[in-house]
């Protein structure tokens, strides 16, 4: 199994900055790919970004230029600037691994709240 420990939320005025981190720990082969999302109330879970690993990260157009997403050893980090209201949401770390032993496993984070408001 594969745990994910989302931190780094909370409050920050609008054009404030804040960085999300994702903790990834397991019995892990290789790492297929991981992503950001975010849910906000009332709304569907949506892609922020994805991050294929050995490839180009895509960014939903409405962080284009604003998020950024880097690896550290066992971590992800999801740097938010420019922060506005309607980035308000849960952010959830996700990814995609291939075990040690075999087969393949998919993996949630427990979220992380990110307010952004005056």
């Known amino acids: 199994q594969v745990q994910l420990v989302e931190s780094g939320g909370g409050w920050v005025q609008p054009g404030g900055s804040l960085t999300l981190s994702c903790t990834v720990s397991?019995?892990?082969?290789?790492?297929?790919?991981m992503a950001w999302y975010r849910q906000a109330p009332g709304k569907e879970r949506e892609l922020v970004a994805h991050?294929?690993?050995?490839?180009t990260t895509n960014y939903a157009d409405s962080v284009k230029g604003r998020f950024t997403v880097s690896n550290g050893k066992n971590m992800v980090y999801l740097q938010m600037n420019s922060l506005k209201p309607e980035d308000t949401a849960v952010y959830y770390c996700?990814?995609?691994?291939?075990?040690?032993?075999?087969?393949?496993?998919?993996?949630w984070g427990q979220g992380t709240q990110v307010t952004v408001s005056s």
């Open positions: 397991g019995r892990i082969f290789t790492t297929d790919a």
């Open positions: 991050n294929p690993s050995g490839g």
């Open positions: 996700n990814g995609d691994f291939r075990l040690l032993g075999g087969g393949r496993f998919r993996s």
